[in-house]
C-alpha cells in the first residue's frame, strides 16, 4: 500500500501530441490569445452570465466556519444513523457522488456511514425499492435544491419526508439537512417551517459549477472524507492558473476547440480506473449544459474503459471521423498487485509475470491511445497524480475554467441553460398541471398524445 505523502506528489498536466496529426501546432497557438481573453474576461467578471461566476472564488469563500459547521453536521448525522439519503439531481447530486465513488472501497461500504443518493429519476421500481429497504432502518436525509420544486427531487423529498416523519414523529427534523436557497424558495421556507438545518446554495453559482459549495462538499463529509483537502486542491489550482503556473486548462480549451472547427463534433471522456465513472458523468453535464445551444457544441460523451473497448471499441477504431477522445489517466494506485507466474503456463500469461497490474492496464491505455490516433481519432490525455481529496479538488477546478473558457471560445453563454426546460413543459402539460392548458391544447392539436 503506498503512503498517502507518495500519492499527493505530482502535479496534473496535459498531453496532446496524438492530436497534432490533425491539427497544427499553429491552429493552437493562434486560439491561445482566446483563452487568455477568455480567461481574463472570466477574472473580470466580464462575460455573459456573469452573475453566475461566483464559482470561481468558491474555493476561497469556503472558510473555516463553513467547513467546521459541515464537518459537524457530517458527525451529528453519522451518530443519528449509518444511512444517509442525498436526494438532488443534475448538478445537486453528480459532483459529490463521483468523490464519493472515487474514494470509497470498491466493495463494502464503510462501518460509519452509507451515502444513498435518489431523487434523480422517476423509476418507480427504484424509488420502491429503496423505500422497503429503509423501512426498518435509521436513516438520514440531506435534501438539495435550490427551489425545491423540480419534479424528480421534489417527489422523492416527499416520500422520504413522510416516511421520517412516521418513524420518528416530531423527532424527525432532526434526520433532515436541506441545502437550499438562502431567502426564497419552497425548500427554503419549509426548512424555516419546520426547523431543518440548512445550508446555502449560492445565488451567483449555477448547479453544475456547485461541486465545491456546500451542494458538493457536504454529502462527501458525511460520508467521512476529507473535504477541507478538496477545497485546498481547488484553491491550489486556481492560484497556479490566475498566476500563470499552469496553463493546462487553456491549452485543453484551445485543443478541444480547434478539433471541433475540423469537424470533431463529438469529445468521449475515458478513463482507465474503474472509480471514475462518476466523474465522466459529472464532466459530461458541466460541458454539456455549458455548451450545447444555439445549433453549437461539441457533444460529450463517456466510455470506461478497457470494458468499453470490448463494447463501442469497434466503433470508436473504424466508425464515423467525428471522434476526438481525452483520456483521464491516474498516475498512482493506490495499491500494489502482481501478476503471478504458473509454472504450466496453460493461458500463455507468463510473459506477464511479476509486473504490476497497473503496468499492464498502463500500456493498455497508451495502446488504445495510439490505436485511436492511427484510427483517425485525435486523442489528449490529462494525467492526474492520484486519487486523493486535494487532487480531486484541483481537478473539478481545472475542468470547471477549461469549460468558461471552451464556452467562449465556440461563441455562446457557458452558463446557462434554457433548453433544459422545454421537456418540462410537456411533461407537465400532459399530467394536467395547473397553468400548462395552452400547452396542453398545443400538444393536442399536433397529435402528440391523444
Known amino acids: 500500500m503506498m503512503k498517502k505523502t507518495d500519492l499527493d506528489t505530482g502535479k496534473m498536466d496535459l498531453d496532446y501530441k496524438h492530436t497534432l496529426t490533425f491539427i497544427s501546432p499553429e491552429e493552437v497557438d493562434v486560439l491561445y490569445p482566446e483563452a487568455v481573453r477568455a480567461l481574463k474576461n472570466l477574472r473580470e467578471r466580464k462575460t455573459a452570465g456573469s452573475e453566475f461566476l461566483g464559482w470561481l472564488d468558491l474555493p476561497l469563500r469556503m472558510g473555516e466556519v463553513e467547513l467546521l459547521r459541515m464537518e459537524r453536521t457530517a458527525v451529528r448525522l453519522r451518530k443519528l444513523a449509518k444511512i444517509t439519503i442525498v436526494v438532488g439531481i443534475g448538478g445537486s447530486y453528480l459532483g459529490s457522488k463521483a468523490v464519493i465513488d472515487m474514494l470509497s472501497p470498491n466493495f463494502g461500504c464503510e462501518e460509519e456511514a452509507e451515502v444513498i443518493f435518489a431523487g434523480y429519476n422517476l423509476g418507480e421500481d427504484y424509488m420502491y425499492e429503496l423505500l422497503a429497504y429503509l423501512e426498518d432502518r435509521d436513516f438520514n436525509l440531506c435534501v438539495i435544491s435550490k427551489s425545491g420544486t423540480t419534479t424528480e427531487p421534489a417527489v422523492a423529498f416527499r416520500f422520504f419526508r413522510e416516511l421520517l416523519e412516521r418513524k420518528y414523529s416530531k423527532k424527525a ?232 473558457i471552451s464556452g467562449q471560445l465556440s461563441g455562446v453563454n457557458p452558463f446557462d441553460q434554457p433548453g433544459v426546460e422545454a421537456y418540462k413543459k410537456n411533461m407537465f402539460a400532459l399530467l394536467g398541471k395547473p397553468g400548462y392548458e395552452e400547452e396542453s391544447e398545443r400538444l393536442k392539436k399536433n397529435a402528440f398524445y391523444e
Open 173 to 404: 427534523t432532526e434526520h433532515i439537512v436541506a441545502v437550499t436557497d438562502e431567502h426564497r424558495g419552497m425548500l427554503h421556507d419549509m426548512a424555516v417551517r419546520e426547523g431543518y438545518e440548512t445550508f446555502v446554495v449560492p445565488d451567483d453559482v449555477g448547479g453544475r459549477y456547485s461541486v465545491l459549495s456546500a451542494v458538493g462538499l457536504l454529502p462527501v463529509a458525511v460520508a467521512g472524507y476529507d473535504i477541507r483537502e478538496i477545497v485546498k486542491g481547488a484553491a491550489d489550482m486556481r492560484n497556479d492558473i490566475f498566476n500563470g503556473k499552469n496553463d493546462a486548462a487553456l491549452k485543453y480549451a484551445c485543443v478541444r476547440n480547434a478539433l471541433y472547427r475540423k469537424g470533431f463534433c463529438v469529445e468521449i471522456l475515458a478513463n482507465f480506473h474503474p472509480k471514475l465513472h462518476f466523474l465522466a458523468e459529472w464532466w459530461k453535464q458541466l460541458f454539456g449544459e455549458s455548451e450545447g445551444k444555439e445549433g453549437k457544441g461539441i457533444f460529450p460523451a463517456t466510455a470506461d474503459f478497457t470494458t468499453d473497448l470490448h463494447s463501442i471499441g469497434q466503433y470508436i477504431q473504424e466508425g464515423r471521423r467525428m471522434l476526438m477522445e481525452t483520456v483521464v489517466s491516474v498516475e498512482k494506485t493506490g495499491c500494489r498487485l502482481f501478476i503471478p507466474f504458473d509454472t504450466e503456463d496453460a493461458d500463455g500469461l507468463n510473459y506477464m509475470g511479476g509486473k504490476r497490474i497497473d503496468e499492464v492496464n498502463k500500456m493498455a491505455e497508451l495502446g488504445t491511445r495510439i490505436a485511436h490516433k492511427e484510427g483517425g481519432v485525435p486523442n489528449m490525455s490529462i494525467k492526474m497524480p492520484a486519487l486523493t481529496p486535494y487532487h480531486i479538488g484541483r481537478l473539478f477546478y481545472f475542468f470547471e475554467i477549461a469549460c468558461g
